[in-house]
Nanobody
Framework: QVHLVESGGGSVQAGGSLRLSCVSS????????MGWFRQVPGKEREGIAT?????????AYGDSMEGRFTVSLDNAKNTMFLEMDSLKPEDSAMYYC???????????????????WGQGTQVTVSS
């Protein structure tokens, strides 16, 4: 079992930045991929960025995510980060981190492929 805990969410004005963290209870090398997703009420969960833990590569970004969002890993701290810049009001959502074992790069942005999820951290961007 892998327990994930997110932190770093909060309220920020448009154009601002936030850095989210996701700490895993076990070594990140126990899973194949880790990723960030977000969801607003009434909508499907959306893939933001995913990264393969063994290579720190095979990074995938969701549509319109690359450029403003950057995913990274710190294996020594079993932690994944999401740097978010130039935030917009439409980025407001609950942000979740996830870890998966049985998936490939082509499916890494699909929430259904992830077995372990954190409780989420709220991000609110005001105009």
């Amino acid at each position: 079992q892998v327990h994930l805990v997110e932190s770093g969410g909060g309220s920020v004005q448009a154009g601002g930045s936030l850095r989210l963290s996701c700490v895993s209870s076990t070594s990140i090398w126990n899973v194949r991929y880790m990723g960030w997703f977000r969801q607003v009420p009434g909508k499907e969960r959306e893939g933001i960025a995913t990264i393969r833990t063994s290579t720190f590569g095979d990074i995938a970004y969701g549509d319109s995510m690359e450029g403003r969002f950057t995913v990274s890993l710190d294996n020594a701290k079993n932690t994944m980060f999401l740097e978010m810049d130039s935030l917009k009001p439409e980025d407001s959502a609950m942000y979740y981190c996830a870890a998966g074992i049985d998936l490939s790069f082509s499916s890494s942005l699909s929430p259904s492929r992830y077995k372990f999820w954190g409780q989420g951290t709220q991000v609110t961007v005001s105009s």
